[in-house]
């Protein structure tokens, strides 16, 4: 299984709600990342995890809570979001990165946000 | 900031051409990779080429990487309208947490059957 599985694919939330996203790989990958994406540009790192615990966080909002729960799950919480917020949210797993750094991400399709 | 840069921006060729993308980088690297993306979809890994190598090819796709002027090119052979896609390169910056894989702003391409 070589797949990484994001629900849900669309998501419509007001500025008051709490949602969550979700994120799920049986590949025994270590390492897992969200991404945000505007359209026609590249994706921008959000967090990364690596055995469970949050080892980057790019100064992402509050607003954004990522969790980890164990190593083959990986979810964003969202709350009070902003319009400016809506975008494409990917998710990615690897093997941890050694010395080097030589490992590929496997991404999920994504989920598509929007922020009323 | 951006790791890699990529030109051109959008690119539109006939089916049976190649096409050509490439993307310049700022800091040393470990390695590059390239990913391609259909429109609203995940990124799928293509290649990845280390700071050793100077050539890697994978069927129809050849990248090539010059260190010296941080930049690498993705050349894909004899197109097809399938390959209509965005195209990264991406490259591994060190961070106190770890390595951190950052996107180059990304080239589109557009292959007309």
């Known amino acids: 299984d070589t797949e990484v599985t994001q629900t849900p694919k669309h998501l419509v939330m007001g500025m008051t709600n709490k949602k969550s996203l979700k994120c799920e790989q049986h590949?025994?990958?270590?390492?897992m990342y969200w991404y945000k994406q505007k359209a026609k540009k590249p994706p921008e790192l959000m967090f990364v995890y690596s055995y469970e615990k949050l080892s980057i966080n790019e100064s992402v909002p509050s607003r954004f809570s990522p969790e980890c729960p164990n190593s083959s799950l990986l979810n964003l919480h969202l709350h009070a979001l902003q319009p400016e917020d809506s975008a494409l949210y990917l998710c990615?797993?690897?093997?941890?990165?050694?010395?080097?750094?030589?490992?590929?991400?496997?991404f999920g399709s994504g989920t598509q946000l929007s922020v009323l | 900031s951006q790791q890699g840069e990529e030109d051109p921006q959008a690119l539109s060729i006939q089916e049976g051409e190649n096409a050509t993308m490439n993307c310049s980088y700022k800091?040393?690297?470990?390695?590059l990779q390239w990913y391609r993306q259909n429109s609203g979809r995940g990124l799928v890994h293509l290649i990845l080429?280390?700071?050793?190598?100077r050539e890697k090819h994978s069927g129809r796709l050849r990248v090539t990487l010059d260190t010296s002027k941080k930049s690498s090119s993705l050349l894909i052979t004899a197109s097809r309208a399938a390959d209509t896609a965005s195209y990264f390169c991406?490259?591994?910056?060190?961070?106190?947490?770890?390595?951190?894989?950052?996107f180059g702003a990304g080239t589109r391409l557009f292959v007309k059957a």
């Open positions: 990615a797993s690897s093997h941890t990165k050694g010395r080097t750094g030589d490992e590929k991400l496997f």
């Open positions: 590949m025994g990958h270590r390492a």
């Open positions: 991406a490259t591994d910056a060190r961070d106190t947490g770890g390595f951190k894989t950052i």
């Open positions: 800091t040393s690297i470990n390695n």
């Open positions: 080429i280390r700071s050793n190598e």
